[in-house]
């Protein structure tokens, strides 16, 4: 079934966003909420994962934006702000989304190792990534599965390179080398 792409006007979780950039202009912290959410939604929809794994929950938008790709999506966020993690999982149950995603809390290199592999999709929304978290969102992933790679512009030049390698390296761009797919932002 082809999915519907949808206008920002049209967001349901807009508010979420708005929220979002009102918080971290109070806070001062690293909450940029992603700006095409329609998009990952879109994406998701198209794609219907049954597991969806989001580095950098923030206040929960673009994990709600995620879950919206079919009603039985299942979405792990995680997110190492304590405050950021109270506030999502009251925005995602105000959404009525609790059941489809889960917010865990803590740092993304410790979390992922206690998570089971077997995502259909993957987002890094948390500030720079790295080579260490890329690599373990591709092992994470099941054959077929796509990799969004958001900020390697925020990395330092050197870093940045080394996470486009490790991007290239795992995805030749149409599935052929490893049947994943990863996808930079
Ligand atoms: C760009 S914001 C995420 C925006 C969110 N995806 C949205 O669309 O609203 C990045 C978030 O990642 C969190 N973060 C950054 N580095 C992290 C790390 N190493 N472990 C866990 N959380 C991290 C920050 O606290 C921040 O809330």
């Given at each position: 079934m082809a999915a519907t792409i949808r206008g920002p006007a049209s967001d349901p979780?807009?508010?979420?966003?708005?929220?979002?950039r009102e918080h971290r202009r109070t806070h001062g912290c690293e909450a940029y909420t992603f700006e095409d959410g329609q998009g990952l939604a879109a994406l998701s929809a198209k794609i219907r994962p049954a597991r969806v794994i989001e580095l950098g929950t923030a206040l929960g938008y673009?994990?709600?934006?995620?879950?919206?790709?079919?009603?039985?999506?299942?979405?792990?966020?995680?997110?190492?702000?304590?405050?950021?993690?109270?506030?999502?999982?009251?925005?995602?149950?105000?959404?009525?989304?609790?059941?489809n995603v889960?917010?865990?809390?803590?740092?993304?290199?410790?979390?992922?190792?206690?998570?089971?592999?077997?995502?259909?999709?993957?987002?890094?929304?948390?500030?720079?990534?790295?080579?260490?978290?890329?690599?373990?969102?591709?092992?994470?992933?099941?054959t077929g599965g796509v990799l969004v790679c958001a900020n390697i512009g925020l990395a330092t030049q050197s870093r940045g390179k080394a996470c486009e390698r490790c991007l290239k390296t795992h995805s030749s761009g149409n599935r052929c080398r490893s049947s994943k797919l990863a996808l930079r932002l």
């Amino acid at each position: 079934m082809a999915a519907t792409i949808r206008g920002p006007a049209s967001d349901p979780y807009a508010a979420m966003q708005m929220k979002t950039r009102e918080h971290r202009r109070t806070h001062g912290c690293e909450a940029y909420t992603f700006e095409d959410g329609q998009g990952l939604a879109a994406l998701s929809a198209k794609i219907r994962p049954a597991r969806v794994i989001e580095l950098g929950t923030a206040l929960g938008y673009s994990a709600c934006c995620l879950a919206s790709g079919s009603p039985y999506t299942l979405v792990d966020t995680i997110e190492r702000d304590p405050i950021h993690v109270q506030l999502a999982r009251q925005n995602i149950a105000e959404v009525n989304l609790a059941s489809n995603v889960t917010v865990h809390l803590g740092d993304f290199a410790t979390v992922l190792r206690t998570l089971t592999p077997g995502y259909d999709l993957a987002f890094f929304d948390g500030f720079a990534p790295s080579t260490e978290v890329l690599q373990f969102l591709m092992y994470l992933l099941n054959t077929g599965g796509v990799l969004v790679c958001a900020n390697i512009g925020l990395a330092t030049q050197s870093r940045g390179k080394a996470c486009e390698r490790c991007l290239k390296t795992h995805s030749s761009g149409n599935r052929c080398r490893s049947s994943k797919l990863a996808l930079r932002l």
